[in-house]
C-alpha cells in the first residue's frame, strides 16, 4: 500500500487525468474520490492542485467528446449501446433524454453530478443536434464545476485525508484487501439492483410474427403502443404505422382510456425490451393484463419486413 501512495504522490498529476478521462468514456473508476485525495494532497504540498484541475477539466471534455461524436454519427445506436452496457438499463438514458429537451446545454452541468445519466447526456446532446460551440462551452464549465467541487472538498478536508493516507500506509496488505472488498461489494449492490429490474419486468413477450398474425387476423387487431421517451423518438423517429405515444410516467394515468378487449403490445428499442416489459408491468398493476412486451422492439420489427412510418 505504502508504494501505491508514493506512485499516487509521484505520478498524481497523470493518475488524476488517466482516471477521469476512463471515468468520463464509461470505466466505473473512482474519478470524484481520487480528485478528493487529489485536493488533500494538494493541501499538503504533496501535489499541485492549479495542474489537477487543469488536467480533470481537459479529461472530461476529451472523454465526452468522443460519446458526442458517436452521438452525433450513430444516434439511437449509441443509445442502444449504453443502455446495454450500463449498470441501469435504460434508465439513465430516458434521464437524460428529459434532461436534455427541458435544459439544453445546461443539462450538462446537471448531469455531471447524476451517476449513469453523466456519461449519456453527451451522446445524447450529440444525436439531439448540439453544436460542437454550445457543447464544448457548456462542458467546460461543467467540467470545471465538477473537478474543482471535488478538489475544494479534499483541500477542506486535507487533515482527516492524511490522516486516513497514513493508516493505510501503515496497515499495507489489510488497507488494500478492505479497499478492494468496498469496491466490489458496491459493485454486487448495482448488479443486483439490476437483477431485481429484470425480475420485475420480466413480463409477458410476443414475437414479432406473433404480432404481425395478430393484425394480419383482422377481427380484433393489436394496439401497439410506443413507450420511447420524447427524447428517444427524436433521435430515433421511426415508428410501427398506427401505434399510440404512451410514455412510461404516463401509463397508469392513461390506463383507464386503453382497450381491454384488444392485445396490447408495447415496444420500445432498448435491449431486452425493457422499458416495453416495464410498462407491460404498469399496465398489469391498473388492471389490463393483455399487455405484452414486443420481443426486439422497433428494429426487430423493420428487420422482419414489417412497415415502417416516420413521425
Known sequence: MRQLLELLIAHGVLLVFLVTLAARAGVPLP?????????????????????????????????????????????????KLLCRISLSPDTCVRQSEGLILRWGGSALLAAKFLPGVSVVAAPMAGALGMSWRRFVA??????????????????????????????????GFVALAALLLIVAGMLVRRLWRRIRFTRRTRGHRITVDEAAALLRDGAAPPLFID???????????????????????????????????????????????????????????????????????????????HPIASS
Open 31 to 79: 474519478a470524484a474520490p481520487l480528485l478528493v485525495v487529489a485536493g488533500g494532497l494538494a493541501a499538503e504540498g504533496q501535489l499541485s492542485g492549479l495542474a489537477s484541475l487543469a488536467v480533470a477539466v481537459l479529461a472530461n471534455i476529451g472523454g465526452d467528446a468522443v460519446w458526442f461524436v458517436a452521438g452525433r454519427r450513430q444516434g439511437h445506436r449509441v443509445m
Open 138 to 171: 457548456y462542458d467546460f464549465v461543467a467540467g470545471l464545476l465538477w473537478s474543482g467541487a471535488f478538489l475544494l472538498l479534499g483541500l477542506m478536508l486535507a487533515d482527516q485525508i492524511q490522516q486516513v493516507l497514513d493508516m493505510l500506509a501503515s496497515a
Open 227 to 305: 413507450v420511447r421517451a420524447a427524447g428517444g423518438r427524436a433521435v430515433d423517429p421511426r415508428r410501427i404505422p398506427g401505434a399510440l405515444l404512451l410514455e412510461l410516467d404516463q401509463m397508469k394515468s392513461h390506463a383507464a382510456s386503453l382497450p381491454r378487449d384488444r392485445e396490447l403490445v408495447l415496444y420500445c428499442n432498448c435491449p431486452n425490451e425493457v422499458s416495453a416489459a416495464l410498462g407491460v408491468t404498469l399496465l398489469g398493476e391498473a388492471g389490463l393484463t393483455r399487455a405484452r412486451a414486443l420481443v426486439g422492439g422497433l428494429d426487430g420489427w423493420e428487420a422482419a419486413g
